[in-house]
């Protein structure tokens, strides 16, 4: 069983939540996810940043190594209808479906219920606070463990 920051196993064990902030495609803009990176920082969580321009495989490659309780996607490209399917397909190949994925940036209203009938946990679209991202997360991965 995944211990989560401040809850104690039996061997009183404690471990952060892990969060993988990625910026898929060739999307070149990544201030916002920088933003949302240091916010979960300085909530206590552990984040693992991959930079830009990643692929699907090498995101879940990533949460798999890293022991992630979370995928963050920054997209603003437009790109979401094709990323999200194919990160989504990959998780459930590598039976990792437990991971929350969120995703934040430019995701048109008409798209939201397509990205979470795909599993995607919640959508952050332009405006929303770093503490609703940060609670939402901590609430996500509380319910699962």
Not at 10 to 26: E, F, M, T, W, Y
């Amino acid at each position: 069983m995944r211990n989560i920051m401040g809850n104690n196993t039996s061997n009183g064990d404690q471990r952060r939540i892990r969060v993988v902030v990625a910026k898929p495609g060739l999307d070149g803009h990544d201030r916002g996810a920088k933003v949302i990176a240091r916010a979960l920082r300085d909530a206590g969580m552990e984040v693992i940043y991959t930079g830009l321009r990643q692929s699907p495989e090498q995101i879940v490659n990533t949460a798999l190594q890293e022991d992630a309780d979370v995928i963050g996607l920054s997209i603003l490209s437009g790109a979401h209808t094709t990323i999200v399917p194919q990160l989504m397909s990959l998780l459930k190949q590598r039976e990792l479906e437990d991971i929350v994925v969120l995703i934040g940036g430019i995701i048109p209203d008409a798209d939201v219920p397509q990205m979470k009938a795909l599993g995607v946990a919640e959508v952050f679209q332009p405006g929303a606070s770093l503490d609703s991202i940060v609670r939402f997360i901590q609430l996500s991965v509380k319910q699962r463990d």
